[in-house]
């Protein structure tokens, strides 16, 4: 009884062993994330209960055909800034292309405010809260 407890011991232990040189400790590298951030305003009152933002997050790598790659919308938005999150897909390299983040706030159907120039997203602040300005679509 002794020697098969020792001998299942010492299997286990050699088991163990033999698979450590194949152990991979690396973090597993995810394609998923988040963007979160706030779209801003100038005007010094709430939308009204129709407006709606949208938010996009888009690789414009390829300008002809910009892809969006996560969107969020957000109804009944209050007052400026306004939060959004946005799941997405796009891993490391895509980040090291154009990628951006733009804003759009309609209100009764019609465009009111978006963003002139989108917002960039980069490997250096993909992380980072993202305040997007927005502007008045008839200027």
């Known amino acids: ?19 450590c040189n194949h152990l991979d400790v690396t973090a597993p590298f995810t394609e998923d994330r988040v963007l979160t951030g706030l779209v801003t305003y100038e005007i010094e009152m709430p939308l009204p209960d129709d407006a709606v933002v949208t938010v996009r997050v888009i690789d414009a790598s ?6 969006v790659l996560g969107e969020t919308t957000v109804t009944r938005p209050g007052r400026s800034p306004i939060p959004f999150r946005i799941e997405y ?45 927005v502007e008045p679509a008839d200027k």
Request: avoid cysteine; proline fraction near 4%.
């Open 1 to 19: 009884m002794k020697f098969r407890f020792f001998s299942g011991l010492a299997l286990g232990f050699a088991l163990l062993a033999a698979g």
């Open 89 to 133: 897909r796009a891993d490391d390299e895509l980040l090291m292309h154009q990628i951006r983040v733009e804003a759009r706030i309609s209100i009764g159907g019609k465009l009111r405010f978006y963003s002139v120039a989108g917002h960039p997203v980069t490997l250096s602040n993909v992380n980072d809260l993202h305040v997007v300005k």
């Open 62 to 67: 390829n300008p002809a055909a910009p892809m």
